[in-house]
């Protein structure tokens, strides 16, 4: 069985996206019925050290993004400096599927063995093959962050189950 590396990359990424915009549902109806202020579970941490449920959310969607853009050597798409609400956070993700799923298939499926730099936030910069980049950095990075996101609105009460983090089941 062959799997092409648009089905490894942006077949994996936008369901999952779906998933992530799902809890973020949740989590803005479990903050309207507890009369929570949604600023607060944004914030929210599982330890000190890491990061807000808003900055994983952010950093599902760059992951998604800057793996994609790379694989089509195309410019990435970019967020604003704002710091994002709930919906905001959603439209960002709407904003990601409509972005990793514009990109041209032919040019991912093909880029499997060709040579990326991917660019870290501090500038730092790691050279990868398409696929060493996707299989070993980018989904695993891509699901860190969506898994700790619904990690964190577990930790607040959100009432959620593995469905919510897995989504329906999707034809193979």
Do not use: W
């Amino acid at each position: 069985m062959t799997i092409s590396v648009y089905e490894a990359s942006v077949g994996v990424f936008v369901p999952y996206l779906r998933n992530l915009s799902g809890l973020l549902d949740h989590a803005s109806a479990y903050a309207r019925t507890r009369n929570i202020d949604p600023a607060v579970l944004l914030g929210m941490r599982l330890y000190p050290n890491m990061y807000s449920l808003r900055q994983q959310v952010g950093e599902a969607n760059r992951h998604a993004i800057a793996c994609c853009a790379l694989l089509a050597g195309h410019e990435p798409l970019r967020f604003g400096g704002i710091e994002p609400d709930l919906d905001e956070l959603k439209l960002r993700i709407a904003a990601t599927i409509d972005f990793v799923q514009s990109l041209p298939r032919a040019a991912i499926d093909e880029a499997g063995d060709k040579e990326v730099v991917f660019t870290f936030k501090s500038g730092a910069q790691r050279t990868f093959t398409g696929r060493s980049l996707l299989l070993g950095f980018s989904v695993p990075q891509f699901f860190f962050h969506v898994t700790t996101a619904y990690d964190i609105l577990r930790h607040a009460g959100v009432d959620l189950v593995k469905k919510d983090f897995l989504g329906p089941p999707r034809p193979a």
